[in-house]
């Protein structure tokens, strides 16, 4: 066994750790918001976000929007939303709106930014 203590295999561990300050009113509101964008889309473009629309009512908006985030294939919405030049449309514009900037890390944010920049 040698003399190493435990605390030395621990030790050149790096440790990151992600606190979402988060509300339920938020998650609440961020859904409000969801459910308003595909709204808009399916009155604005005759689009039915079927998809999107049944992961919000499954999992909540916020755990479906980061679920579509984490996912490396970019989401038939997201695509649809850019073919109609209607960026403003997507989940990832309104991920980026300030007032959702605790509902979802940096890397997320990050994520929804580079899809929209192309």
Same mark, same amino acid.
């Given at each position: 066994m040698g003399n190493d203590s435990p605390n030395d295999e621990v030790e050149n561990v790096e440790v990151q750790?992600?606190?979402?300050?988060?509300t339920p009113q938020d998650e609440a509101a961020f859904e409000t918001a969801c459910l308003n964008l595909l709204a808009q889309?399916?009155?604005? $473009?005759?689009?039915?976000?079927? &998809?999107?629309? !049944?992961?919000?009512?499954?999992? *909540?908006?916020?755990?479906?929007t980061r679920r579509l985030l984490d996912e490396p294939k970019i989401?038939?919405?997201?695509?649809?939303?850019?073919?109609r030049n209607r960026p403003d449309l997507t989940l990832e514009a309104?991920?980026?709106?300030?007032?959702?900037?605790? $509902?979802?890390?940096?890397?997320? &944010?990050?994520? !929804?930014?580079?899809?929209?920049? *192309?």
């Open positions: 750790v992600v606190v979402l300050r988060n889309a399916r009155r604005e $473009l005759n689009y039915h976000a079927t &998809r999107i629309h !049944a992961m919000i009512l499954e999992h *909540g908006a916020v755990h479906a989401h038939d919405g997201f695509v649809n939303m850019m073919l309104l991920v980026l709106h300030d007032e959702w900037v605790d $509902l979802f890390t940096e890397g997320q &944010r990050l994520t !929804a930014r580079e899809r929209l920049l *192309g």
